[in-house]
């Protein structure tokens, strides 16, 4: 008996005639050549050569026999440990594994057309689309974004056996399927999920992570502001990786399934204009301007660079898959993992949040020289039984690989070995990409969705144009009938339409900070001033008042006080002038007492003239002589 999908909705709104964004349609028509070119060569290889289709044998699980051989690229190539037990079932069985492995391609398009070309030619005489040599294959380890594009060279599993992967996850099994056919079978899977440092939350005051979008975002304010508080100004609260087509896939898949939408239906239904997925898409983009997320992320972060900022403590939550998921070690904090939180909880049907289904996948080639072997292999390597050992056998043989079916989580030993997996796999509601749904057109339909959430998050669209547009164009491509009206709800309308540009971030607290610092260092300089104002003047009183003493002696001496008492104003003016060089009204407070205390001992023979500035610079000596004459005039 086959799995059902889980059903998905549709709107029907009431709304505005559709928009549309010049710069998304033009990128969207350039990319229509690449999808059209791939078809045209399938279906011109397909059409010169005709595969052989081999008639199905519901006895396969024990008259296949033999060797079989599978097709894959090296970097997906099973591990040791997995090897070790798929060679220990095919000996005991009569079946012997051998692996074969395409030449790196520079590119995905490169990578179809090199399998398309093997898919093609007779079992006899295959060669990769390089020129090298290379046998038939009967099995196709492929990744699961290109099952549908390499439909035309897939057997259809369910016409050898229909109980085929019926007790699969349903959103794994329908990865694999498409126009009532399975065409490959989830082998090794991953899911996407959310990584988070556990410091952070718990530092303040999170016991558990989010469980929804707005308990993510009131989380991640409460924990940046107090952290930029303390001057962690690089920290931020969400990042990922935007730098490659997949990557904006992965993230639209898990928003929108959060919002209880879909981009395709399993109706095959355009979709993706919808007002929850616009209210969604809103929440990431304010997310921006909250400082939740950097703008710096969107336009240069890929895998590794996403990877390097959370594992070098600057990112709260990492958005990434299992697989990345299980390659991190010694990272210097606790790690937590968590499905990713939805907009709508309600629409996760009591699951904690979604994962998007990825990972790897198998079938059978229509040209394969042992089909009944192929399928049985097939069989073996993506049944329940085979990924029991693969779970049981040790944390790091099953690292970063989500169990495909539910049962294995229900066995303790595995439940205790796997406990981050099994806990996270039993609350997650895993949803799909569109890769079957949209068959050989999935590279145009990831690279259209790719480039209007770019230019969403680049503030270049805003939300609603953009899927409008993206609405548009993914009809156009599939040859889906327009829509009469859009779907996106315009009453009330998303919060945000588009994002900050890049600006000085945390202005306002590094301004405070430099008020603050300001203000008291300019109090210390005047605190430091005045102490040095005072200490000065009383330090020139009581040198002027010691002259004075010394003046007053001399006169009273009796020995010729008219020398003694020039002397003595010259000497005055002497001190006068470096009393008024370093503060003039200093200098002028302690003429006027000299003054006074010279009055009585000026001789009339020392009366002159009016002062008269000989030099033209008014300096210490003219003073000097301006005093002794006033003192002369009084006494006369």
Not at 458 to 477: C, H, K, M
Not at 512 to 537: P, Q, W
Request: aromatic share 6%; hydrophobic share 45%.
């Amino acid at each position: 008996m086959r799995a059902t999908m889980r059903p998905t909705r549709g709107s029907s709104r009431r709304g505005s005639s559709r928009r549309g964004s010049g710069s998304v349609a033009a990128a969207a028509a350039s990319l229509f050549s690449i999808g059209a070119v791939l078809s045209l060569l399938s279906l011109l290889s397909l059409l010169a050569s005709p595969p052989l289709i081999h008639a199905a044998d519901p006895s396969f699980r024990t008259s296949g026999k033999g060797a079989v051989r599978v097709l894959a690229l090296a970097r997906h190539a099973p591990s040791s440990a997995l090897l070790d037990i798929q060679t220990q079932w095919a000996a005991a069985v009569g079946v012997s594994i051998t692996y074969s492995y395409l030449p790196e391609p520079a590119s995905t398009a490169e990578y179809i057309a090199a399998v398309q070309s093997v898919c093609a030619a007779s079992p006899a005489a295959n060669t990769t689309a390089s020129g090298n040599a290379a046998a038939a294959f009967d099995v196709l380890w492929m990744d699961i974004t290109l099952v549908g594009v390499l439909e035309q060279c897939l057997l259809d599993l369910w016409a050898w056996d229909d109980t085929i992967g019926s007790d699969t996850v349903p959103a794994m099994l329908s990865s694999g399927s498409m126009r009532s056919k399975l065409l490959a079978m989830p082998a090794l899977v991953d899911t996407s999920l959310l990584v988070y440092n556990k410091r952070y939350l718990s530092s303040h005051g999170y016991d558990d992570p989010p469980s929804s979008l707005d308990e993510m975002e009131e989380m991640l304010q409460s924990i940046l502001v107090n952290e930029r508080a303390a001057e962690n100004y690089k920290l931020v609260g969400y990042t990922s990786s935007f730098s490659r087509n997949e990557d904006w896939m992965l993230l639209a898949s898990d928003w929108i399934a959060g919002a209880n939408g879909s981009i395709i239906d399993t109706r095959g239904r355009i979709t993706v204009a919808d007002s929850d997925f616009a209210l969604a898409l809103s929440k990431f983009v304010t997310w921006l301007n909250l400082g939740i997320m950097d703008i710096a992320d969107i336009e240069e972060f890929g895998p590794a660079e996403a990877l390097e900022r959370f594992t070098g403590s600057l990112a709260v939550f990492l958005h990434t898959t299992s697989a990345v998921a299980g390659r991190l070690r010694d990272v210097g904090f606790d790690l937590g993992v968590v499905s990713v939180p939805a907009l709508l909880p309600a629409a996760l049907a009591g699951n904690a949040g979604t994962g998007v289904v990825g990972g790897m996948y198998m079938g059978v080639a229509k040209t394969a020289a042992n089909p009944a072997a192929a399928v049985r292999v097939v069989d073996y390597l993506t049944s329940q039984s085979y990924q029991r050992r693969v779970f049981a056998s040790d944390a790091d043989t099953a690292s970063g690989l989500v169990p495909t079916y539910s049962a294995l989580c229900l066995d303790p030993a595995i439940a205790a070995l796997q406990e981050t997996t099994c806990r996270t796999h039993k609350r997650t509601l895993y949803t799909q990409r569109p890769t079957t749904l949209s068959s050989h057109l999935y590279p145009n339909v990831s690279a259209l969705v790719a480039a209007t959430l770019s230019s969403v998050f680049r503030g270049s669209t805003d939300i609603l144009t953009a899927l409008d547009t993206l609405d548009l164009d993914l009809r156009l491509l599939l040859g889906k009938p327009p829509r009469n009206a859009t779907d996106v709800d315009m009453d009330p309308p998303p919060v945000v339409t588009k994002p900050a540009k890049k600006r000085l971030k945390y202005l306002d607290i590094q301004l405070a900070g430099l008020a603050a610092v300001s203000a008291i260092s300019i109090t210390v300089i005047l605190l430091y001033r005045r102490k040095t104002l005072l200490e000065n003047e009383a330090a020139e009183r009581a040198r002027l008042a010691k002259a004075g003493c010394d003046g007053g002696a001399g006169g009273n001496s009796g020995i010729d006080g008219t020398v003694r008492s020039a002397a003595i104003g010259a000497g005055l003016g002497v001190g006068l002038g470096v009393g008024l060089q370093g503060y003039t009204s200093r200098g002028q407070t302690g003429m006027a007492g000299i003054e006074i205390d010279m009055q009585p001992m000026v001789p009339l023979a020392h009366q002159t003239a009016d002062p008269v500035d000989t030099d033209g610079d008014h300096d210490f000596n003219d003073v000097a002589l301006e005093g002794y004459s006033e003192s002369t005039r009084l006494i006369k």
